[in-house]
């Protein structure tokens, strides 16, 4: 098996680059720095696979970004494979402006007060000629950073001054009672 040689270090240091993984966040990215550094130790791919639990082909993969591009072709992430998504991001950005500045009795699409999984898929339906199941409309929604919350009712016939009177009373409480530890 071919020992790993990095040809072209971009000006980077067996401590330079340890330094440098411990600023890190990323487990992963580390990782990755960490396999070049250990190759520019001088130890072999495998051992250094082995060492951090990587297939050897990554750490072969690793060492070639970072001989050929340098720091930012090793950190340099792709993103996952997966489905192309049903609607584009100018349509889910549409959405969500929908979602958040508008109800559905607005849109014209009759008299609820509050947008639920039916009403989207129909609206994705006809807006967007895309059919999508309702689950697969929860999943956009929380991609979207959106939660669903229910609305409240309000009494009609609530005295305001009561109800102010005990969220101050229960402020109070909240600031004067002793905190207890278990």
């Not at 401590?15 to 960490?34: G, I, K, S, W």
């Amino acid at each position: 098996m071919r020992t790993l040689k990095i040809t072209c270090n971009h000006g980077w240091t067996a401590e330079a680059l340890r330094t440098y993984e411990r600023t890190l966040q990323t487990v992963r990215l580390r990782h990755r720095v960490m396999a070049v550094r250990l190759v520019m130790e001088g130890q072999k791919g495998v051992d250094v696979a082995r060492f951090l639990g990587l297939h050897r082909d990554s750490v072969s993969t690793y060492v070639k970004n970072f001989t050929i591009g340098g720091m930012e072709a090793l950190l340099k992430q792709k993103p996952p494979p997966g489905k192309r998504p049903y609607l584009t991001e100018e349509e889910q950005q549409e959405l969500k402006r929908m979602i958040v500045e508008s109800t559905p009795a607005e849109e014209g699409l009759g008299l609820e007060s509050c947008w639920n999984t039916r009403i989207l898929q129909y609206v994705i339906e006809d807006k967007f000629a895309v059919t999508m199941s309702r689950s697969g409309i929860t999943d956009l929604l929380h991609r979207l950073n959106l939660r669903y919350t229910r609305p409240t009712y309000t009494l009609a016939k609530a005295n305001k001054e009561k109800q102010e009177a005990f969220v101050q009373q229960m402020n109070w409480i909240k600031k004067t009672s002793p905190i207890t530890t278990y």
